[in-house]
């Protein structure tokens, strides 16, 4: 049973691009969570989705956004880069009718903004 | 919104040793409390978690405690080995039908010295 997939796990980019990152749930949940972390700090929440839907976004500007499509599996786009967008991008999913027990976190995209 | 602190930032101890990590947290809403340790190049991995209407619970070497009124929950890891050399995340969390965002802590490095 595959875990919480994530793609690309490493990736470089310039100030001012715009980035996806990709993550495929774990068989049978249905709602995906994306965190940020930055290098020694604890994850901090970007935004979930459920039924394809925005449910539930922390305090990141809009040039963060994200999709979730029919099959669960979800999109982080990152517009505009910014060097301090540099961190490690942990996608995670959960089953909604289990009220977040069952949390599985990915291993993440490292993102590296020069 | 939630605030979680965690204490110490590191940690080492002798094999054989017993650990322990303390949090506290702001909104007295929370009533889920979770710990994770996320090894190098990997997502945080569950390892135990707490409800608010338990006062402590174990898993073998692992235990965790809450403190409700003080708003305190602490981590103990006994008999230490190296493989419990890792990042270790508390975090908190409302349980509702809707959304299950964690708000973690700042993590807490263990080392295990053999």
């Known amino acids: 049973d595959a875990g919480v997939t994530q793609s690309p796990t490493h990736l470089i980019k310039t100030r001012g691009q715009q980035v996806t990152l990709r993550c495929s749930p774990k068989?049978?949940?249905?709602?995906v969570s994306w965190y940020q972390q930055a290098l020694g700090q604890g994850p901090q929440f970007i935004f979930q989705?459920?039924?394809?839907?925005?449910?539930q976004r922390g305090n990141f500007p809009d040039r963060f956004s994200g999709h979730q499509f029919p099959n669960y599996s979800s999109e982080l786009n990152v517009n505009a880069l910014l060097l301090g967008d540099s961190a490690l991008y942990l996608c995670?999913?959960?089953?909604?009718?289990?009220?977040?027990?069952?949390?599985?976190f990915g291993s993440g995209t490292r993102l590296t903004v020069v | 919104g939630e605030n979680v602190e965690q204490h110490p930032s590191t940690l080492s101890v002798q094999e054989g040793d017993s650990a322990v990590i303390k949090c506290t947290y702001s909104?007295?809403?929370?009533?889920?409390f979770p710990w994770y340790k996320q090894e190098l190049g990997k997502g945080p991995q569950l390892i135990i978690d707490?409800?608010?209407?338990?006062g402590e619970k174990k898993d073998q070497r692992i235990a965790v405690t809450l403190n409700k009124t003080a708003k305190h929950f602490s981590l103990h890891i006994t008999e230490t080995q190296p493989e419990d050399s890792a990042v270790y995340f508390c975090?908190?969390?409302?349980?509702?039908?809707?959304?299950?965002?964690?708000?973690f802590g700042g993590g807490t490095r263990v080392l295990v010295k053999p």
């Open positions: 707490i409800r608010s209407n338990v």
């Open positions: 989705y459920y039924e394809e839907e925005e449910r």
């Open positions: 909104d007295s809403a929370s009533n889920y």
């Open positions: 975090a908190a969390r409302k349980l509702k039908a809707a959304g299950n965002k964690l708000t």
């Open positions: 068989s049978g949940h249905d709602t």
């Open positions: 995670a999913s959960s089953l909604a009718s289990a009220r977040g027990y069952g949390y599985t």
